[in-house]
């Protein structure tokens, strides 16, 4: 029995007890400085204002954007949960409005070469977040790395940030360029939606995706939708540099009022109606078995 094969069972088992499955959500973006990590802890918070528990994982491994922002240095990370024995709930940190925060770490990459005793121990554990929580939000790292990629993958749910920036528009592309070509990636099995950030205004991210999608629907035939912007906005600024998310510094803010209308959108259940919950044990099973299929 192969690993894969052996990943499946596990979660199919950890299934078995009608568990309740949370919603993951990864945001990510092809290139650095667009404001992925700021939309990720402010749509958390426009969560939270929504009656959802949250939770954010930070899988950029080589920055702490996501603590910065919080203001808050967490004691452990997932590497404590893989190496070092500590439970699910002891490597979350807690930040404003009760949003969860684990940090990643770089313990992913070694998960491929854990034994099949081992990684069930920590596909359960992970699987204890689909119960305290309701939403998780990975924030990946920026670019097209094969991590950035192994998550995307395993994601049934992509928000993609983009900007104005030409560069950005064609980095987006490029990033939805390579998750077409990857081996596990299947179109009708994720959906992937644009967040037009620092715009002017409505009309300039409305053209902004209207320009990537022209592409992207010519040469990749990847179906993208439109989530909608958010403004820039010197008041963003101002949050960031006193690491409080602009949608509880200012809730008038006009980058707040546009976090909350594109949180709205994604839980009005008739825009989401094909929205699947695959739960974190799946999620991170899929991205385990994809290491395993490449050793």
Not at 23 to 35: D, F, L, Y
Not at 64 to 76: C, S
Not at 125 to 144: E, K, M, P, R
Not at 236 to 265: F, W
Request: hydrophobic share 40%; glycine share 8%; net charge positive.
């Amino acid at each position: 029995m192969d690993q894969a094969t052996k990943l499946r069972n596990i979660v199919k088992t950890g299934n078995q007890s009608q568990r309740p499955l949370a919603r993951v959500i990864t945001v990510t973006s092809g290139k650095g400085g667009v404001g992925k990590s700021n939309t990720a802890i402010n749509l958390a918070i426009q969560f939270r204002k929504m009656g959802q528990r949250v939770i954010i994982l930070d899988a950029d491994f080589g920055l702490a954007n996501i603590e910065i922002m919080f203001g808050a240095v967490p004691k452990h990370n997932l590497c404590d949960l893989i190496y070092q024995g500590k439970n699910i709930k002891d490597i979350i940190t807690w930040g404003p409005m009760e949003v969860g925060f684990i940090s990643g770490g770089s313990g992913i990459a070694g998960m491929a070469n854990l034994s099949r005793d081992y990684l069930t121990y920590i596909i359960q554990n992970l699987a204890q977040l689909d119960a305290i929580t309701d939403i998780i939000i990975i924030d990946t790292g920026a670019g097209i790395s094969d991590a950035v990629l192994e998550f995307l993958v395993a994601s049934g749910e992509i928000l993609l940030v983009t900007t104005p920036e030409p560069t950005s528009i064609t980095d987006s592309y490029s990033l939805l360029k390579a998750l077409n070509r990857h081996p596990r990636f299947h179109v009708d099995q994720s959906i992937i939606k644009v967040i037009a950030n620092k715009v002017n205004t409505k009309e300039e991210g409305q053209s902004l995706f209207n320009k990537l999608n022209a592409v992207v629907s010519r040469y990749l035939k990847v179906p993208i939708t439109y989530l909608g912007s958010v403004s820039q906005d010197t008041q963003l600024v101002k949050a960031v540099m006193q690491q409080t998310p602009v949608s509880l510094q200012n809730p008038n803010a006009k980058s707040a009022q546009d976090y909350e209308e594109i949180a709205a959108r994604l839980m009005n259940k008739e825009l989401n109606k094909n929205v699947v919950k695959r739960g974190m044990a799946a999620f991170f099973s899929h991205i385990v078995a994809g290491k395993g299929e490449h050793k």
